[in-house]
């Protein structure tokens, strides 16, 4: 097509309107589907949950390439790492296990201790973890937690027993915003 031939059939287009029209944009929501569903294995686990009134629970994820060596490193490690935890803070502190979240998706863990109390239980266990006599609890905690430091969006929380915490004047205080807090429970808001 020469110039000429180009520049008439653009001109043809504007008499018709094609150029008249603003663009525009539509929003565009992609749906992202995965056929992963986590199925259990046909392996028989013993429930790591004794009770505790505290829970430390580690949120975090393993890239795929990463997922048989962790699941294997758990299915032989797992067990002695809860004996360990146990023997070595006098029950005071269990390693209640880590878990899967089995629905469809990434491969996204909890991994759960559980204290006893919320006052010595946290000290024992970290006694524990810093004594030289307890280097195979120290050894297998490394590795958990190696997996968890590796996940940028990794979380870990503590989770007090909810009905230990019913007044909330017996928790302890603290912190920049313990004063407002305790305030804004008896005045009423602004409109």
């Not at 297998?140 to 979380?155: E, H, M």
Request: charged share 20%; net charge neutral; hydrophobic share 40%.
């Amino acid at each position: 097509m020469t110039h000429r031939n180009s520049l008439e059939a653009a001109k043809k287009l504007v008499r018709r309107g094609a150029g008249q029209e603003a663009p525009s944009a539509e929003a565009f929501v992609p749906e992202i589907r995965s056929n992963i569903k986590w199925k259990p294995t046909t392996l028989t686990v013993q429930p790591l949950r004794p009770d505790a009134m505290v829970k430390i629970v580690w949120n975090f994820g393993v890239p795929f390439a990463q997922l048989e060596g962790f699941h294997d490193w758990l299915a032989t490690n797992e067990v002695n790492l809860a004996n360990a935890c146990n023997n070595a803070t006098g029950g005071v502190a269990h390693y209640l296990g880590t878990y899967l979240h089995i629905d469809t998706g990434a491969p996204r863990y909890q991994s759960e201790w559980g204290l006893a109390n919320d006052t010595t239980a946290e000290a024992v266990l970290e006694n524990a973890l810093q004594s030289p006599q307890q280097q195979q609890l120290r050894d297998l905690t490394k590795v958990l937690r190696g997996y968890w430091s590796r996940d940028p969006n990794a979380t870990d929380h503590r989770f007090g027993l909810a009905r230990n915490y019913i007044n909330l004047n017996s928790l302890p205080s603290g912190g920049a915003f313990w004063d407002v807090t305790m305030l804004s429970r008896t005045e009423q808001p602004l409109p």
